[in-house]
């Protein structure tokens, strides 16, 4: 304390008041954002939770009342969540894996030197900016059984004999979405790795075929270690989105037939719109959110931190 | 990165051949159904479930536009203007709320700059799901429902904390002395931020924009449950009505795709670049 007093200390008053000032004019800028999001997702989550604790089914307004715990008992007992689960775990693996491959092909294609190289990047990644309804509506147009190019051109090749009902086949409909959704996810992933591509400097590719190092060798000890950084925040940013996303799935199938295509987020939808029973629906929101939330926090641990995100 | 002489008969190999075939088939994978959606669109009633399926229409018409356009049960001019306002709002609002956040996380010293920055980074991973049970009692209870309000401050939970995210990075990268010379001469804060630091920012702020909105136009869910009459829907919500007519008219549904996906498409076509490095920028500097 002694040692400290002897330092010269500025007039507290003055100073104090000035940053107050500064401090509060600085907040201001954060005012619109804190409104914005308070009211659009802080509070959204927070009703949500209240919501989760009471039987609050809209058809039956007489029922409404709290419960405790009870969504979230019925929740665990409840055989079809937990397929939910097991669906959605298919849903994202086969269609994060599936989609990095292809992207990854994609984009070292459209990385190579040709003529209308822009041009082919443009067409190439156009489904990625498609609203997913359209993807979904699309798609559901070619799966069709009688006017549906996919049934026609595998008769024709000889692959079939027999038109094919796709989405409504509880062996066929999860591969048939799961497939569309890795032809929209493909350009996500070339955009991202190609833009790491684009960043990996000329000279090292020129230095290691100096060294008389081929094409393969290239690839695995210049190309995929320069893209690491960026195939695990794509990967990771990808599993969650697709872990959340509901669209395509309940435009197409609304998780049919008979659950083979119900994943927790299009449950979670259905038991709000169809049954109306905005207590449980709310209750499976808040175990997605948890989900979300214990995935996002092992992928900062593995980026280590949001410095290496943020940049 | 491969170069058209080499001695490497893999590289030449994969330079060529695997090159064009490869080209050739994820070009057709990616088009293809666009393709058959165009084709379908121009189709008549009778070719469009004749048995035989065709690949190119015999007798192009732009009947189903003409339809689709002007329907009583499902006006696409109605739902593409609503589309156009919800997105045109949505960006603007965006934009502004953006700017101001992002300028005030990469300049000013805050407690729990930090956590702030995660939250904005957690929030976009949310699930839309999530909110649509508080956001529908919600704007219930504020008499909200069938409002462009509802719509617009619903994207905002999308919208907002990534491109807040994204402008954080690029007002970062503008030298402070810049401003702070401004300030000096006498400018305020808040006028070196609309004369200095946004018109150098303009490809990011430009990417955020597109970003807005694109995601509103593609957004389904809300638009879908805070709107229930024919007036109100936007495109997306508009071809999912639709589609859930008792017989689905493919030709009108086709031409109703298209004129969802071309604004978009022609977007996309000639601000893929900025939208492209504005997009990729943050995860290429981990």
Same mark, same amino acid.
């Given at each position: 304390?002694n040692q400290q007093a002897t330092i010269a200390v500025p007039a507290p008053r003055a100073l104090l008041s000035r940053g107050m000032?500064?401090?509060?004019?600085?907040?201001?800028?954060?005012?619109?954002?804190?409104?914005?999001?308070?009211?659009?997702?802080?509070?959204?989550?927070?009703?949500?939770?209240?919501?989760?604790?009471?039987?609050?089914?809209?058809?039956?307004?007489?029922?409404?009342?709290?419960?405790?715990?009870?969504?979230?008992?019925?929740?665990?007992?409840?055989?079809?969540?937990?397929?939910?689960?097991?669906?959605?775990?298919?849903?994202?693996?086969?269609?994060?894996?599936?989609?990095?491959?292809?992207?990854?092909?994609?984009?070292?294609?459209?990385?190579?030197?040709?003529?209308?190289?822009?041009?082919?990047?443009?067409?190439?990644?156009?489904?990625?900016?498609?609203?997913?309804?359209?993807?979904?509506?699309?798609?559901?147009?070619?799966?069709?059984?009688?006017?549906?190019?996919?049934?026609?051109?595998?008769?024709?090749?000889?692959?079939?004999?027999?038109?094919?009902?796709?989405?409504?086949?509880?062996?066929?409909?999860?591969?048939?979405?799961?497939?569309?959704?890795?032809?929209?996810?493909?350009?996500?992933?070339?955009?991202?790795?190609?833009?790491?591509?684009?960043?990996?400097?000329?000279?090292?590719?020129?230095?290691?075929?100096?060294?008389?190092?081929?094409?393969?060798?290239?690839?695995?000890?210049?190309?995929?270690?320069?893209?690491?950084?960026?195939?695990?925040?794509?990967?990771?940013?990808?599993?969650?989105?697709?872990?959340?996303?509901?669209?395509?799935?309940?435009?197409?199938?609304?998780?049919?037939?008979?659950?083979?295509?119900?994943?927790?987020?299009?449950?979670?939808?259905?038991?709000?719109?169809?049954?109306?029973?905005?207590?449980?629906?709310?209750?499976?929101?808040?175990?997605?959110?948890?989900?979300?939330?214990?995935?996002?926090?092992?992928?900062?641990?593995?980026?280590?931190?949001?410095?290496?995100?943020?940049? | 990165?491969?170069?058209?002489?080499?001695? %490497?008969?893999?590289?030449?190999?994969?330079?060529?051949?695997?090159?064009?075939?490869?080209?050739?088939?994820?070009?057709?994978?990616?088009?293809?159904?666009?393709?058959?959606?165009?084709?379908?669109?121009?189709?008549?009633?009778?070719?469009?479930?004749?048995?035989?399926?065709?690949?190119?229409?015999?007798?192009?018409?732009?009947?189903?536009?003409?339809?689709?356009?002007?329907?009583?049960?499902?006006?696409?001019?109605?739902?593409?203007?609503?589309?156009?306002?919800?997105?045109?709002?949505?960006?603007?609002?965006?934009?502004?709320?953006?700017?101001?956040?992002?300028?005030?996380?990469?300049?000013?010293?805050?407690?729990?700059?930090?956590?702030?920055?995660?939250?904005?980074?957690?929030?976009?991973?949310?699930?839309?799901v999530l909110l649509i049970a508080p956001l529908l009692s919600q704007w219930y209870a504020l008499g909200l429902i069938d409002t462009?309000?509802?719509?617009?401050?619903?994207?905002?939970?999308?919208?907002?904390?990534?491109?807040?995210?994204?402008?954080?990075?690029?007002?970062?990268?503008?030298?402070?002395?810049?401003?702070?010379?401004?300030?000096? %001469?006498?400018?305020?804060?808040?006028?070196?931020?609309?004369?200095?630091?946004?018109?150098?920012?303009?490809?990011?702020?430009?990417?955020?924009?597109?970003?807005?909105?694109?995601?509103?136009?593609?957004?389904?869910?809300?638009?879908?449950?805070?709107?229930?009459?024919?007036?109100?829907?936007?495109?997306?919500?508009?071809?999912?009505?639709?589609?859930?007519?008792?017989?689905?008219?493919?030709?009108?549904?086709?031409?109703?795709?298209?004129?969802?996906?071309?604004?978009?498409?022609?977007?996309?076509?000639?601000?893929?670049?900025?939208?492209?490095?504005?997009?990729?920028?943050?995860?290429?500097?981990?």
């Amino acid at each position: 304390m002694n040692q400290q007093a002897t330092i010269a200390v500025p007039a507290p008053r003055a100073l104090l008041s000035r940053g107050m000032r500064e401090t509060l004019a600085n907040y201001a800028y954060l005012l619109p954002v804190a409104i914005c999001l308070g009211g659009t997702v802080l509070f959204p989550i927070l009703k949500a939770m209240h919501m989760s604790l009471y039987h609050n089914v809209l058809i039956r307004p007489q029922d409404y009342r709290f419960i405790g715990l009870g969504n979230y008992v019925r929740m665990v007992e409840d055989p079809t969540f937990w397929l939910t689960l097991k669906n959605s775990f298919i849903w994202v693996f086969f269609s994060v894996s599936l989609q990095f491959l292809f992207g990854f092909a994609a984009a070292l294609l459209l990385n190579a030197p040709f003529k209308g190289r822009a041009f082919f990047r443009t067409i190439n990644l156009l489904p990625w900016i498609i609203p997913g309804v359209v993807v979904a509506l699309v798609w559901e147009y070619l799966y069709q059984p009688n006017y549906g190019p996919i049934n026609d051109i595998l008769r024709r090749v000889g692959l079939m004999r027999e038109p094919v009902a796709w989405l409504s086949n509880v062996d066929l409909a999860m591969p048939a979405v799961i497939f569309t959704n890795i032809w929209r996810g493909i350009p996500f992933f070339a955009i991202m790795i190609l833009a790491g591509l684009q960043a990996i400097p000329d000279d090292i590719y020129e230095a290691a075929t100096v060294d008389g190092a081929s094409v393969t060798q290239r690839f695995w000890h210049v190309t995929l270690p320069m893209l690491r950084p960026i195939i695990v925040v794509a990967t990771a940013t990808r599993i969650i989105w697709t872990f959340n996303y509901a669209d395509l799935i309940f435009v197409m199938t609304s998780g049919g037939p008979a659950n083979a295509t119900q994943i927790t987020s299009t449950y979670t939808l259905l038991q709000a719109y169809t049954d109306l029973d905005f207590g449980y629906a709310a209750t499976l929101s808040v175990i997605l959110l948890v989900i979300m939330l214990v995935f996002t926090a092992l992928y900062l641990k593995l980026t280590k931190g949001v410095e290496s995100v943020a940049g | 990165m491969s170069t058209h002489r080499s001695s %490497d008969p893999l590289e030449r190999f994969l330079g060529g051949p695997v090159l064009w075939i490869g080209l050739l088939a994820i070009t057709l994978f990616a088009m293809g159904p666009f393709l058959w959606v165009l084709s379908a669109s121009l189709k008549t009633r009778v070719e469009l479930y004749a048995a035989p399926i065709t690949y190119i229409p015999t007798h192009p018409t732009f009947q189903n536009y003409v339809e689709a356009w002007t329907s009583r049960l499902t006006p696409f001019s109605r739902f593409f203007a609503n589309s156009l306002w919800v997105s045109s709002v949505t960006m603007v609002a965006t934009i502004v709320i953006s700017t101001l956040a992002g300028y005030a996380l990469a300049r000013f010293r805050f407690v729990g700059k930090n956590t702030l920055m995660l939250v904005f980074l957690a929030t976009q991973m949310f699930p839309a799901v999530l909110l649509i049970a508080p956001l529908l009692s919600q704007w219930y209870a504020l008499g909200l429902i069938d409002t462009y309000q509802a719509l617009i401050y619903s994207n905002f939970s999308f919208t907002v904390p990534f491109t807040v995210w994204m402008l954080v990075g690029y007002f970062e990268s503008i030298p402070r002395e810049l401003e702070e010379s401004a300030m000096i %001469d006498g400018s305020s804060r808040f006028g070196a931020l609309l004369r200095i630091v946004v018109p150098l920012s303009a490809p990011g702020i430009a990417a955020t924009a597109i970003f807005a909105f694109v995601s509103s136009w593609s957004e389904l869910l809300f638009a879908t449950t805070f709107t229930s009459q024919t007036q109100m829907r936007t495109l997306s919500a508009g071809l999912l009505y639709m589609a859930g007519q008792y017989e689905v008219q493919w030709g009108q549904l086709s031409a109703g795709v298209m004129i969802s996906t071309v604004p978009v498409a022609v977007l996309f076509i000639f601000l893929q670049r900025h939208l492209i490095q504005g997009l990729t920028a943050g995860a290429l500097k981990g």
